[in-house]
């Protein structure tokens, strides 16, 4: 099933790309030096210089999504998410509701709250185009955010 507008025209898929990293100079800044902290911790604790980068190296990798670009593609048949580690593509047909907050949008592959749905939803952050995001998806679903199966 297509999406389309009133007129009957498919709709533009809706592109953009998000890095919350520059989005805050001071958040960025106390993330860094909490990191910096953790290695300067562990190498004091352990005096193992390996350990104390590979521990820093890690905490960064844990926080691609932070400090990577991630790029958002909401189209007619599938909402699709590119990262640095890998792209994940589901069809609309996966999801059964979403939720609004104010970074973003998790996407639910469940038709009532469950305790997997942090490792099952698909999450959305805005950027800076909050109002399209949100029109895009309500279109999409047809009813409002948190509402049952539609």
């Given at each position: 099933m297509?999406?389309?507008?009133?007129?009957?025209?498919?709709v533009a898929p809706l592109e953009w790309?998000?890095?919350?990293?520059?989005?805050?100079?001071?958040?960025?800044?106390?993330?860094i030096?909490?990191?910096?902290?953790?290695?300067?911790?562990?190498f004091v604790a352990f005096k193992?210089?390996?350990l104390a980068v590979l521990s820093v190296l890690l905490l960064f990798a844990s926080l691609h999504t932070?400090?990577?670009?991630?790029?958002?593609?909401?189209?007619?048949?599938?909402?699709t998410v590119k990262s640095s580690f890998?792209?994940?593509a589901k069809r609309w047909s996966h999801f059964k509701k979403y939720y609004v907050d104010r970074k973003g949008v998790t996407l639910s592959p469940f038709d009532r709250p469950s305790r997997l749905e942090p490792f099952r939803?698909?999450?959305?952050?805005?950027?800076s185009n909050k109002d399209e995001v949100l029109a895009f998806i309500s279109k999409r679903f047809n009813r409002n955010p948190g509402d049952g199966p539609g």
């Open positions: 297509s999406q389309s507008s009133e007129e009957g025209q498919p790309s998000v890095r919350p990293f520059k989005e805050s100079a001071v958040r960025s800044a106390i993330v030096a909490v990191i910096l902290a953790v290695g300067f911790l562990i193992e210089p390996y932070y400090f990577g670009r991630t790029t958002y593609r909401l189209d007619a048949d599938q909402v890998g792209t994940i939803s698909t999450r959305l952050l805005y950027g």
